[in-house]
């Protein structure tokens, strides 16, 4: 089983920049596609970015596409998501989460099976 650790938020201004890390322990990271979601109060956790395994091939929500960059350091056994141009509606928890084994699609929360315990990102308009 992998364990996820996420970290690197804050409060930061409209039109900053914040840089998520989550860090895996256990085997096989980079046999597996991760993600990340958000979730603000009262909402439901919500698709934000995707990267798959060996190909590194990734996905983003509209919402974020050409603001936030995912990556990934198989040797650090490590994920990243760079954060650009925020605004107050990224305001939410961010979690990773990794994908043991592909059920046909990377959008949705239940598709995935560990996460992370969230890190708090606020953005002040």
């Known amino acids: 089983q992998v364990q996820l650790v996420d970290s690197g938020g804050g409060l930061v201004q409209a039109g900053g920049s914040l840089r998520l890390s989550c860090a895996a322990s256990?085997?096989?990271?980079?046999?597996?596609?991760m993600g990340w979601f958000r979730q603000a109060p009262g909402k439901e956790r919500e698709f934000v970015a995707a990267?798959?395994?060996?190909?590194?091939?990734?996905y983003y929500a509209d919402s974020v596409k050409g603001r936030f960059t995912i990556s990934r350091d198989n040797a650090k056994n490590t994920m990243y998501l760079q954060m650009n141009s925020l605004k107050a509606e990224d305001t939410a928890v961010y979690y990773c989460?990794?994908?043991?084994?592909?059920?046909?699609?990377?959008?949705?929360?239940?598709?995935?099976?560990?996460w992370g315990q969230g890190t708090q990102v606020t953005v002040s308009s």
């Open positions: 989460a990794v994908q043991t084994y592909y059920r046909g699609s990377y959008y949705f929360a239940a598709e995935y099976d560990s």
């Open positions: 256990g085997r096989s990271f980079t046999a597996y596609n």
């Open positions: 990267i798959l395994r060996y190909s590194a091939n990734t």
